[in-house]
C-alpha cells in the first residue's frame, strides 16, 4: 500500500490501496495474517481509504448494511463518491420509526441508490407474536432477544448470504462492548466474513461535521433529541450528558444495549431464546 499523509492536518492518513488483481489475484476471503496486517495499517486511515479498498477488493460482494442512522449515511455517501453502483442494504424490521422510511425514500433519491430491504420471515413473526404478544420485548431480556433474533437477527443472516465482506457504521465511542473494534476484521459471527468499520476511530462530532460539510440527508429524530435510533417501541431521546446508547432498551437495567448483529455472546443468547418458540406447524 502507498500511504500519503493526509493534506488537511488531521493526523490521518490517505493509503491508495492496491487493486484488486494484485493481492493475491482474488476478491475473494482473506487469511488472518493479511487480516491482522491490514487491521494495523488502516488504523490512523481516513474512512475513505477504507471503503476504497473494500470495495475495490469485493466489488459486488461487498455491502454496506445500514440502519439509516448518523454514521451509515455518512458511509453511504463516501461510497457513493468513489462508486456509484455501491450496494447498500437495510433491514426493515416492521417496526421503524416513519422518520427512518422517509430517510430511506430520500437515499434513494439524492443517490440513484436502490436499497436492498430485507424483512423478516412472516412466519417467524406471527408465531413469535402468537406466543409472545407484539410487545414482548418489554417483559424481560429474554424476550427481547427473541424479538431482536427474528426481526434483526435473522434478515440479518439472509442479507450476508454469499458476501465476502460488509461495511458498518459502527464506532470505537459508541458503547464499551464496541470499544475495540479494528476497521477489518474477520466476523466469526457471520460466517468467517470480513467486517469493515471504516469509522472505527471516528468521533459522534467528526461525523456530525461531515453531515453538515456534505449536506447529508439523515434522520430528523436527530433534531428532537435521539442520539441512537432503532425500532420506534424500543426508542426514545435521551438527555444532556446521558450515554448515547440511554435511549435504547432503556427499561432493561446492567445489560448491553446490542441486539445481536454486532455482539458475539448476544446473538448466541437471541439464538438460545428463540428456542423457546414453537416449531412451525
Given at each position: 500500500?502507498?500511504?500519503?499523509?493526509?493534506?488537511?492536518?488531521?493526523?490521518?492518513?490517505?493509503?491508495?490501496?492496491?487493486?484488486?488483481?494484485?493481492?493475491?489475484?482474488?476478491?475473494?476471503?482473506?487469511?488472518?495474517?493479511?487480516?491482522?496486517?491490514?487491521?494495523?495499517?488502516?488504523?490512523?486511515?481516513?474512512?475513505?481509504?477504507?471503503?476504497?479498498?473494500?470495495?475495490?477488493?469485493?466489488?459486488?460482494?461487498?455491502?454496506?448494511?445500514?440502519s439509516f442512522q448518523a454514521d451509515g449515511v455518512v458511509i453511504v455517501d463516501m461510497a457513493w463518491r468513489l462508486d456509484p453502483r455501491v450496494r447498500v442494504a437495510t433491514i426493515d424490521t416492521g417496526r421503524l420509526p416513519a422518520e427512518t422510511y422517509e430517510l430511506m425514500d430520500q437515499v434513494r433519491e439524492r443517490y440513484g441508490i436502490p436499497v436492498e430491504v430485507f424483512t423478516p420471515d412472516a412466519r417467524a413473526v406471527e408465531q413469535m407474536v402468537r406466543q409472545h404478544g407484539v410487545n414482548l420485548f418489554y417483559r424481560d431480556l429474554t424476550k427481547r432477544r427473541i424479538c431482536c433474533e427474528v426481526r434483526k437477527a435473522a434478515p440479518l443472516r439472509r442479507m450476508l448470504d454469499g458476501l465476502d465482506a460488509w461495511i458498518v457504521g459502527l464506532r470505537r465511542d459508541q458503547a464499551d462492548t464496541r470499544s475495540r473494534i479494528r476497521k477489518v476484521e474477520v466476523d466469526w459471527?457471520?460466517?468467517?466474513?470480513?467486517?469493515?468499520?471504516?469509522?472505527?476511530?471516528?468521533?459522534?462530532e467528526e461525523v456530525w461535521g461531515y453531515i453538515r460539510a456534505h449536506d447529508v440527508p439523515y434522520n430528523k429524530l436527530y433534531d428532537q433529541g435521539y442520539r441512537s435510533i432503532g425500532c420506534a417501541p424500543c426508542t426514545r431521546t435521551v438527555a444532556a450528558g446521558e450515554d448515547p446508547r440511554a435511549g435504547r432498551w432503556w427499561w432493561e437495567k446492567d445489560a448491553p444495549k446490542e441486539c445481536g448483529l454486532h455482539c458475539a455472546i448476544e446473538a448466541g443468547g437471541a439464538r438460545r431464546a428463540r428456542a423457546g418458540l414453537s416449531r412451525f406447524p
Open positions: 500500500m502507498d500511504q500519503v499523509r493526509d493534506s488537511a492536518g488531521t493526523g490521518r492518513v490517505a493509503v491508495d490501496a492496491a487493486p484488486p488483481e494484485r493481492q493475491n489475484g482474488s476478491r475473494g476471503a482473506l487469511d488472518g495474517l493479511e487480516v491482522e496486517l491490514l487491521a494495523g495499517r488502516f488504523d490512523g486511515t481516513e474512512p475513505q481509504s477504507v471503503i476504497r479498498w473494500a470495495l475495490e477488493r469485493f466489488g459486488r460482494r461487498v455491502v454496506i448494511c445500514t459471527v457471520h460466517g468467517g466474513i470480513l467486517k469493515v468499520s471504516p469509522l472505527a476511530d471516528w468521533t459522534e
